[in-house]
């Protein structure tokens, strides 16, 4: 393995025209937030609550780098083609500052829920399930439309991506009944998980421009557009997990834009550390 | 322009030496058998162009099987060669060879179900797992062959296999997942 070097400082896209820089940021989105997800799922590596589990955590953050991996080569030949300046997928990863990622902030939050001050908590595998179960079935949705983009590399992309998005959702939704409809302690967990998360959805469906931009051009999709699928699929596994849909709320967080919550260094730092302090090392 | 017949000879040769190299994590089945090796081109630079596919996106033996085709293709003296990497078609389980499937089975991978329904033809389905065990669709023990089977685990080894168990001989076992 290579450690990737410092690469040189990449070139400003703000003074791009919007219509001309949509097609990156918009594919880039998509692999930050595969990255960030395979990342946080990773965590359980070792610490899963079974083996079983374990190891399709394991699996399914596999996949999830391995989709960001694609997603960000794409990127680089984008970005070369407005910069005259490739970037490597490394660069992205292990060089952008934290306000250069644009994943949403539902995959960056911690496997537990809300604590106030530094009060710390282990992992909760509900919340785990339930942020897998929610974003799977949104991106089923979206990897499923994204195999038309007019880009045919994100179409290709889309077409590998949605097998194993399928067999994740598959994987979440059957944990949500296992444990919704499991004790009243995991039914409890569950509930309070999905209460917690549910609120960060909103950033997923909300418009801006990059999206209608890059929708407009054929090679984005509008995401409001698949919510009714979406919610068709989360009453469905909700009735059969016996949880009650939480009530809908105002809350849209704002990772897509670069503004992050408070957990997301953490996973920077984590994430970047090795890279950042041994540039170039091999092992 | 190169001389034709040099030219498939040296195509025909890449493949037999590259019909050799196995999968690095299933050794009893070859790269080509499982339909990740999809095209040997002589390039009109003069060199030989290899396309592969990955299997899943993250599979990690993809810079093995990489390493393993250019030590096949420099062992066979075929002169310059590059691998190219092709997304579309997307790789499929239903591209392995009925051969590779019965090697599979001898080595005690249960081989994939066919996967050929449309996309979103996977409904979710919630019954427990036991239930389904007998139902027509149910996966063959690779040692005994009775399909009185349940999954234990949706992910097991490598990415591409899920782990189940025979209710009769009482063994796990490996079976390659439709994809």
Redesign the interface.
């Known amino acids: 393995m290579t450690a990737s070097p410092q690469p040189a400082v990449p070139a400003s896209l703000d003074h791009l025209p919007p219509a001309r820089t949509a097609a990156l940021r918009y594919v880039l989105r998509l692999a930050d937030n595969a990255l960030i997800l395979g990342q946080r799922n990773a965590e359980w590596c070792g610490h899963g609550p079974v083996l079983?589990?374990d190891?399709?955590l394991?699996?399914?953050?596999?996949?999830?780098?391995?989709?960001a991996?694609?997603l960000y080569g794409r990127a680089g030949e984008l970005e070369g083609e407005l910069t005259g300046l490739p970037r490597h997928e490394d660069d992205y990863a292990y060089w952008r500052a934290e306000r250069d990622f644009r994943n949403w902030t539902l995959l960056e939050l911690p496997h537990r829920g809300p604590l106030a001050g530094n009060a710390a908590a282990g992992r909760d595998y509900a919340v785990t399930i339930v942020r897998n179960f929610l974003y799977s079935a949104l991106m089923v949705e979206l990897w499923?439309a994204l195999?038309d983009s007019r880009d045919?590399?994100l179409?290709?992309?889309a077409?590998?991506?949605?097998?194993?998005t399928?067999?994740h959702?598959?994987?979440a939704?059957?944990w949500m009944?296992r444990l919704g409809d499991g004790t009243e302690a995991s039914h409890a967990r569950m509930q309070r998980a999905l209460e917690h998360l549910l609120p960060y959805m909103n950033e997923c469906f909300a418009q801006d421009a990059v999206e209608s931009e890059a929708a407009a051009q054929g090679i984005g999709v509008v995401t409001a557009t698949l919510r009714p699928a979406w919610d068709a699929?989360v009453a469905?596994?909700l009735e059969?997990a016996t949880l009650s849909l939480p009530p809908a709320t105002g809350f849209v967080s704002t990772g897509k834009h670069g503004v992050h919550s408070e957990h997301m260094s953490y996973l920077l730092g984590e994430m970047q550390g090795l890279a950042r302090a041994h540039p170039g090392a091999q092992w | 322009m190169h001389n034709d017949g040099a030219t498939s000879g040296r195509v025909a040769r890449a493949w037999a030496a590259l019909e050799a190299v196995p999968d690095p994590e299933i050794p009893v089945v070859s790269i080509r058998e499982l339909g990740i090796l999809r095209e040997v081109v002589a390039a009109p630079d003069g060199v030989l162009e290899i396309v592969i596919t990955p299997t899943y996106s993250g599979c990690p033996a993809m810079s093995q099987i990489g390493e393993d085709i250019g030590q096949a293709l420099d062992r066979a003296g075929l002169g310059p060669w590059r691998l190219r990497t092709a997304l579309a078609p997307a790789w499929t389980t239903d591209w392995i060879t009925p051969a590779a499937r019965e090697r599979l089975r001898a080595f005690g991978i249960a081989p994939p179900g066919q996967c050929s329904a449309p996309a979103g033809a996977q409904p979710l389905r919630f019954v427990p797992r036991a239930a389904r065990a007998g139902a027509p669709d149910a996966v063959a023990c690779p040692r005994c062959g009775s399909v009185h089977t349940h999954e234990i685990s949706r992910f097991a080894s490598t990415a591409c296999k899920a782990l189940y168990r025979c209710l009769d001989c009482r063994e796990p076992f490996d079976y390659f997942k439709p994809y």
């Open positions: 079983e589990e190891i399709a394991a699996n399914i953050s596999l996949d999830l780098i391995g989709q991996r694609l499923q195999q045919e590399q179409a290709a992309i077409a590998k991506a949605i097998k194993e399928r067999y959702l598959h994987h939704a059957g009944v699929t469905e596994t059969a």
